[in-house]
């Protein structure tokens, strides 16, 4: 069973940039549709992006749409999540997750792999 630690989150002032980083171990990540999810305090928790195991579709949520984006490195068995021009509303823990689904599902039902989350917290 793969396991997926992240790793990059912290504090930031709105308008900057973090990038944050999902490695995975136990088996290789290029097998695995890849998302990241977020859940603010008090709320669900919802999905931000995903990309397709080979690379070659990535998918938005439309309150991050042309902010973040969403790579892999399939040779580091490694995830990213750039995020640029923070807002406060994108405060919230963000999780890593893997779906061995053949398409990429936007739910986190869909995901049997997470990890534990990094804080992303965003100040006005």
């Known amino acids: 069973q793969v396991q997926l630690a992240e790793s990059g989150g912290g504090l930031v002032q709105a308008g900057g940039s973090l990038r944050l980083s999902c490695v995975g171990s136990g088996r290789p990540l290029n097998n695995y549709n890849m998302a990241w999810f977020r859940q603010a305090p008090g709320k669900e928790r919802e999905f931000a992006a995903a990309?397709?195991?080979?690379?070659?579709?990535?998918y938005y949520d439309d309150s991050v749409k042309g902010r973040f984006t969403i790579s892999r490195d399939n040779a580091k068995n490694t995830v990213y999540l750039q995020m640029n021009t923070v807002k406060p509303e994108d405060t919230a823990v963000y999780y890593c997750a893997a779906d061995s689904s053949q398409y990429v599902n936007l739910t986190p039902s869909f995901y049997n792999v997470w990890g534990r989350g990094t804080q992303v917290t965003v100040s006005a």
């Open positions: 990309i397709h195991w080979s690379a070659g579709s990535t």
